[in-house]
């Protein structure tokens, strides 16, 4: 981790300083495990209690909060975007190893930039293309005519079909599946029959996708991500979806096909999506809930139904099956009502 002084810190990413400009911080902690060289914040209320206790060495804080806090002090108005940015410049990531693991297999057609670094057991297709400082981690296989664009990084284990395309600066975690193909059948009588899946997978400079997560490719047109668009580990885009840029995805959401995502959306974990769906932009959706219909109007949205104690959904459950007799009687005794006013 790189070592740096608050001073630096506050100059750096344009914070306000409350204290000690000269010292030093040598790492990152929650507010409750941190040490006097290590450097904390506060974003969520519920950890305000733990603030007055803290050992951090520093704490980045709102400006409604550095009162209370105990010692050195820097100040943001986001404390958790400015974490992001300090986190990212003291543990920076890698940087590419230019050159090629022995056991690595590359096409003779492939085009390859020197500054690249390709791991072992790496295999690459033909006429496949590799970006400068591209990091392509152990075991990734590239079929024929993939292109990966500059300073990306898979990082182990990751697919991408043939003529799949990343641009810049995407972030690929362990098993990732790119370009496979997409769950496309035809019944036929009594059997199905494959439909050729012919599109591509398209991402956009930005982009990280979590591990595990399948991006199927089209069926005729191309399954595309936009820019700075993240995904969670495990997550299911089928073929010829479209998600628009910055929307973010957890875990274990799956999306089904030619369903189109808008921009700046939040979708929460275990949601399913059907298909043919249009979804517009700053759309957030709340975790496991099922859409089966366009969204068209901005604003949040979910279905899911949250715990509650065994026996009390239980009873809930009894009642659920009671509501169609319920609601015959209700019905019933309008009828009767009304016939009784004529």
Known sequence: MTHRTLGELAERFELELRGDAAHRIRGLATLAAAGPEDLAFLANPAY??????????????????????????????????????????????????PGRHPSAVVADSASVDPSASIG????????????????????????????????????????????????????????????????????????????????????????????????DRGAIEDTVLEEDVRLDNQVQIAHNVRIGAHTAIAGCTGIAGSTSVGRYCMIAGACGIAGHLQITDKVVITAMSTVLESITEPGQYGSGIPARPQRQWQRVLVRLGQLDGWFRRLRSAEKSIDGQGR
């Not at 990751?158 to 799949?164: A, D, T, Y």
């Open 48 to 97: 305000i209690g733990q603030l007055a206790d803290t050992r951090a060495g520093a704490v980045i804080v709102a400006a409604d909060q550095a009162e209370r806090c105990p010692g050195n002090a820097l100040i943001s108005r986001d404390p958790y975007v400015a974490w992001a940015h300090i986190a990212a410049h003291l543990n920076p990531a890698p940087a590419a190893t």
């Open 120 to 215: 072992a057991q790496v295999s690459i297709g033909e006429h496949c293309r590799i970006g400068p400082r591209a990091i392509i981690g152990p075991g990734c296989v590239l079929e024929d005519d993939a292109e990966i664009g500059a300073d990306c990084r898979l990082v182990a284990q990751v697919f991408i079909g043939r003529e799949c395309r990343l641009d810049e600066r995407v972030l690929i975690h362990p098993g990732v599946v790119i370009g496979a193909d997409g769950f496309g059948l035809a019944f036929e009588r009594d059997h199905w029959i494959k439909v050729p899946q012919m599109g591509r997978v398209r991402i956009g400079a930005d982009c990280e996708i979590g591990a595990n997560t399948t991006i």
